[in-house]
């Protein structure tokens, strides 16, 4: 079992950036993969990114391609999710997520999960 706790939060302008992230507690984290995702309000919660293991595979949601980058470090237990050119409609609450077998991006296919991290972004 693994413990999830997200911090880096805030408020940003638009075309700013932000970091955040997910310390894990609880044994053998590097066992799992984390992926990252966001609920925004009166929507439902969407994929954001992924990463694998050993931190050697990623995968990206279109939306936020080529503008987060996901990172992990099995050393630390911890996994950051580096947010660049952000833009209003990123405005959400952004979990970590983690499970142990697959490279999901539905919520289903995560049995692990953070309290949640409020990300605001003025235009």
């Known amino acids: 079992q693994v413990q999830l706790a997200e911090s880096g939060g805030g408020l940003v302008q638009a075309g700013g950036s932000l970091s955040l992230s997910c310390a894990a507690s609880?044994?053998?984290?590097?066992?799992?993969?984390v992926g990252w995702f966001r609920q925004a309000p009166g929507k439902e919660r969407e994929f954001v990114a992924l990463?694998?293991?050993?931190?050697?595979?990623?995968r990206y949601a279109d939306s936020v391609k080529d503008r987060f980058t996901i990172s992990r470090d099995n050393a630390k237990n911890m996994v950051n999710l580096q947010m660049t050119s952000l833009k209003p409609e990123d405005t959400a609450v952004y979990y970590c997520?983690?499970?142990?077998?697959?490279?999901?991006?539905?919520?289903?296919?995560?049995?692990?999960w953070g309290q949640g991290t409020h990300v605001t972004v003025s235009s």
């Open positions: 609880g044994r053998s984290f590097s066992d799992y993969v």
């Open positions: 990463v694998t293991w050993s931190g050697r595979g990623t």
């Open positions: 997520a983690a499970n142990r077998g697959t490279f999901g991006s539905t919520p289903g296919e995560y049995d692990y």
